[in-house]
């Protein structure tokens, strides 16, 4: 059964349609990537799955609820928790503020454990849950902005470019973590430029392109793809 | 040396009550970087709510502390009330539009609480009762302190730790830091920030109500201009502080009511504005985000 089940999506900024009826699937369980170039509008669709983006057409329906209008806060709450492009991590807050508040829809008695499992996922937070967030390096703020998301206990985690502006070592320790966070059975809507490393993780892929679905695949099939190899993959790194 | 402690406890006094009030604007501005305008004469609607609760049911003898204990509590629930009904009147229908939409709605706000204050109250200067609490004085190194100013000080002190507690320390205070640094980050984690909003405009007008009453009691009157006057002291306190940050509101407060009080004492009470807001201007030319205020350069 599909988890996430999104239908003819639209999202417009004023005249302009960043989505323009985008339609796509999750079940439990699997590992979704989506790739695309830049403006092809993949941060306007995690925005918009999140409830923090108005729609314009089309529906969003989550473990067979529609979503498509419900709050941003509600959203969290029924289990979908996202790690924002950029990070968004609460800079002038501590870690441990930060992965606390990652809790906030959860009954508090049982945030200090779920805390405790992500500074033993990411010992360099462990190190640092007493620094501001804002004096992390990027690659820290990324395992922060992902622990925090972690917190919530999410059924459906939604990355947003994990890898963006962070060196070639760092991506690797990145998605490491994550295929480990997928291992455990979470669900997993990821979004990324980096198309290689994302396929790597990935189950399944679709490829959007300035607002529409242009085509769709496992993640093995659009590895091997010729025509991804040369539009989003880079011939020369293989 | 008489002088000198004199002035401190009347700058604390003062102080305290700039604090109490400049912690509502600030915190507003922290969530919604919004100016509220009208915070002064909702803190001075606090005091004349407070002054008909201590004149209406007085008797003639001694109102005590039981009445002014009854008078501050019903003057912080009007007030409240009446902050919430602001922002949901005056600013959340505006929340998307152009940010100078919000200023004039907030002056216009202003202006409609002041009117209305006169409408009610009537444009004469009211005066406190001076039968309020007791007359107890104490000589202390040559300097002579009140009982009003002991229990303005006193109760400045506590309502801000535990303010400062709220904030730092409870899930909900937590929930109120994160939405003032990122909206939508604060939303992913599941948090209501209409009800944060909702929250300071409760937090901020409520304690600004108690400081209108301990203006109305420290000076023993209360006229229906008073809010632009002592909001507008309260404003620049929470600017001196770093506006947005709650700290930085408490010592702005302070500090502002020091210097009004030494400037006053050793120098003038005529000069007292023009001394006091001179320092002010070096002191923001040195700092221009104030003394607590961030530096940071806005993150890409």
């Not at chain 1, 959203?75 to 870690?95: C, D, M, N, W």
Request: charged letters at 15%.
């Amino acid at each position: 059964m599909s988890l996430l089940v999104i239908a003819d999506l639209r999202v417009a900024y004023g005249q302009i349609e960043a989505l323009k009826g985008v339609s796509l699937t999750v079940a439990a369980g699997e590992v979704v990537a989506i790739l695309g170039a830049n403006g092809a509008g993949k941060t306007t669709l995690m925005r918009a799955i999140s409830g923090l983006l108005p729609k314009t057409g089309g529906t969003i329906g989550f473990e067979g609820t529609d979503i498509t209008r419900t709050n941003a806060d509600r959203i969290v709450r029924l289990g979908i928790a996202q790690s924002p492009e950029g990070r968004r991590v609460f800079g002038t807050l501590t870690v441990a503020e930060n992965l606390k508040l990652g809790g906030f829809t959860r009954p508090p008695r049982e945030v200090p454990a779920s805390v405790e499992a992500i500074y033993a996922m990411f010992p360099r937070l462990a190190e640092r849950r007493a620094q501001f967030a804002g004096t992390l390096s990027g690659g820290e703020q990324q395992m922060l902005a992902i622990g925090r998301a972690l917190v919530a206990k999410p059924k459906l985690l939604l990355l947003d470019e994990p890898s963006l502006g962070l060196a070639p070592i760092i991506i690797q320790s990145i998605f490491r973590s994550l295929r480990s966070i997928a291992d455990t059975g979470v669900t997993i809507l990821i979004v990324e430029q980096n198309a290689r490393a994302a396929l790597k993780l990935a189950d399944r892929g679709y490829v959007l392109e300035v607002g529409r679905i242009i085509h769709q695949d496992s993640a093995g099939s659009l590895l091997a793809s010729g025509q991804m190899q040369e539009a989003y993959l880079g011939r020369a790194a293989s | 040396m008489g002088t000198f402690v004199q002035q401190i406890v009347n700058g604390l006094t003062v102080g305290g009550i700039y604090a109490l009030i400049a912690l509502g604007y600030t915190m507003v501005y922290g969530v919604m970087r919004l100016i509220n305008f009208a915070h002064g004469d909702l803190c001075i609607l606090g005091a004349f709510v407070g002054l008909t609760m201590l004149t209406g049911s007085a008797g003639g003898g001694h109102p005590g502390a039981a009445l002014l204990l009854l008078a501050l509590v019903v003057s912080i629930i009007a007030i409240a009330g009446a902050g919430v009904l602001l922002e949901r009147i005056a600013y959340r229908p505006l929340r998307k539009a152009d940010r100078l939409a919000a200023v004039v709605s907030a002056l216009g706000a202003s202006l409609m609480i002041e009117n209305g204050i006169m409408l009610i109250w009537g444009p004469q200067v009211h005066v406190f009762p001076s039968n309020l609490l007791p007359a107890t004085t104490w000589h202390v190194a040559g300097a002579t302190i009140s009982f009003v100013q002991v229990m303005i000080i006193l109760a400045s002190l506590v309502l801000m730790a535990a303010l400062y507690l709220f904030v730092n320390h409870t899930r909900f205070g937590t929930a109120i830091r994160a939405a003032a640094i990122d909206q939508d980050a604060a939303r992913l984690m599941g948090i209501n920030v209409n009800r944060v909003i909702t929250s300071v405009f409760i937090i901020g007008p409520g304690l600004g109500a108690i400081g209108g009453l301990f203006i109305g009691i420290y000076y023993r009157e209360a006229y229906f201009t008073m809010g632009w006057t002592y909001g507008l002291y309260a404003f620049i306190a929470a600017i001196l502080g770093g506006i947005g940050n709650i700290p930085g509101a408490m010592l702005g407060g302070v500090l502002l009511g020091l210097f009004n009080a030494f400037a006053a004492g050793y120098v003038s009470s005529s000069w007292q504005d023009a001394i006091t807001f001179g320092l002010l201007i070096v002191i923001l030319l040195v700092r221009p985000t104030g003394l607590l205020g961030e530096r940071v350069a806005e993150k890409v």
